[in-house]
Structures are given as C-alpha cells and as structure tokens.
C-alpha cells in the first residue's frame, strides 16, 4: 500500500517523530494541529477563536498535498484548554464544515505543547 506524508514542518516534529498527516490508501490521519508557524511561534495567543481558524487553514493546506479537501472530512476531535471557549471555537469550525458536517467531538485537555495554546485539531479523512 502506498503512503503519503506530509511533513510536520514545526521545531519539535523531527524530535517526536511525527508527521502533520499521513495517508495510507483512501485514509488520511491528521496530527494534532495547534496554531503554531514553522518556527514555534504561537499565532492568536489565548485567542480560541483565532486559534482554530488558523489550524483549520494549517490543516486544509496539508490535506491538500495528499489529494484532499474538507469535503473528505469524516471526523474532527478538538481539544480546548478551557471548554467555556467552545462557542467561538464551534463557530470557527462551522465556517469551515457547516456544508460537511463531519462527527466531531470537542474535549477539554489540562493543558497543550506550550502555555499560549488553547486549541488542538485532529481529523479523519477518507478519500476515494
């Protein structure tokens, strides 16, 4: 079975060992996404709202390179650091998915990678 990768292209990606999505056949798994640049810089510091745009925005640019779009989107898991931020956060997700409607959970994690995080994206995707 062929396998795609997509680089985790962050600070920290050759250390865990990890890449930003794989795809393996018709399934694309999706790492945890945080709003973080290429250099670890966090984008939208305590901002859920922002936060999710953008990892929405790191992620499509990944599913891209692997033939996909959103419209493949079978599952989104969302970790916040506080879950009294889920109404901008759902907001941001129903920008991208209101048409799509994938299974989607949102959990409340203690914390993330680095203290100004409080949004993580996971997905799964299936393409034919």
Request: some cysteine.
């Amino acid at each position: 079975m062929e396998v795609g990768r997509v680089d985790g292209n962050r600070p920290w990606a050759p250390i865990v060992g990890y890449s930003r999505a794989v795809r393996m056949g018709n399934l694309i798994e999706v790492s945890g996404t945080s709003a973080t640049t290429r250099d670890g810089q966090v984008m939208f510091p305590h901002d859920a709202y922002g936060q999710m745009k953008y990892i929405l925005t790191e992620i499509e640019k990944a599913i891209k390179e692997l033939g996909a779009t959103f419209e493949n989107t079978i599952r989104t898991r969302v970790f916040l650091t506080n879950i009294e931020d889920w109404p901008g956060v759902a907001k941001a997700h129903g920008e991208f998915f209101a048409n799509i409607l994938p299974a989607c959970s949102f959990v409340e994690a203690s914390r993330l990678m680095l203290p100004e995080l409080c949004v993580e994206v996971e997905a799964t995707l299936w393409v034919e």
